[in-house]
């Protein structure tokens, strides 16, 4: 049987991975009912329990949160066009939120373009290898060493050759334009 400080913890946790979901009441309550069957336990924790429903439910994001990979709330955010050009020439337009990179555009849009960003985002591959046009390219942060690695490994390398999931959306790169190579190095052919 827990303890009450431990089920407290329990229920102050849990609440807190649930808060995507639900909202902080609701959350605690279902996992009370779920979790905590043993009623020594809720009735030792049911003054603290109290305490945590006050101070936890006006800390909780609201229910309406999306889960993406860049964790931002969808109501607050502008969206971001980007469209990749394919090496035989087809255009796939898709928007994305500022604070996304290139590789949470494709995934979370279901961008047609197989194999990229197979090790999501983790600078271990060069299949989300993209082509930018010089302009786009200068006014970006300067690629870490670990992404020119990983760039010395792509196929049609090019001096504007950036990997899709270190470009970060802003609002100056609405309307983005990037060439997708033929053919990349690990996944895609």
């Known amino acids: 049987m827990k303890t009450a400080a431990a089920c407290l913890w329990t229920i102050h946790c849990r609440a807190l991975s649930l808060s ?6 609701r959350a605690i309550r279902k996992l009370l009912s779920e979790r905590l069957s043993a009623s020594l336990c809720r009735a030792a924790v049911r003054p603290q329990l109290a ?6 439910s006006s800390t909780l994001p609201p229910a309406s949160r999306f889960l993406s990979t860049s964790a931002r709330l969808m109501s607050q955010e502008e969206t971001i066009s980007v469209t990749f050009i394919r090496a035989d020439g087809k255009k796939i337009s898709a928007k994305g939120k500022e604070g996304d990179s290139l590789l949470d555009v494709v995934v979370n849009k279901e961008v047609d373009l197989d194999g990229f960003g197979a090790c999501e985002g983790t600078l271990t591959c060069s299949t989300c290898h993209v082509i930018l046009s010089k302009e786009v390219y200068a006014s970006l942060a300067r690629p870490t060493d670990e992404e020119l690695d990983m760039l010395d490994l792509a196929f049609d390398l090019t001096d504007t050759s950036r990997l899709g999931c270190q470009i970060t959306l802003t609002k ?3 309307g983005l334009e990037v060439n997708v190579p033929a053919s990349v190095n690990g996944a895609r052919q």
């Open 172 to 174: 100056e790169l609405d």
């Open 51 to 56: 305490a945590l429903l006050r101070s936890t």
């Open 20 to 25: 995507a979901r639900q909202t902080g009441k």
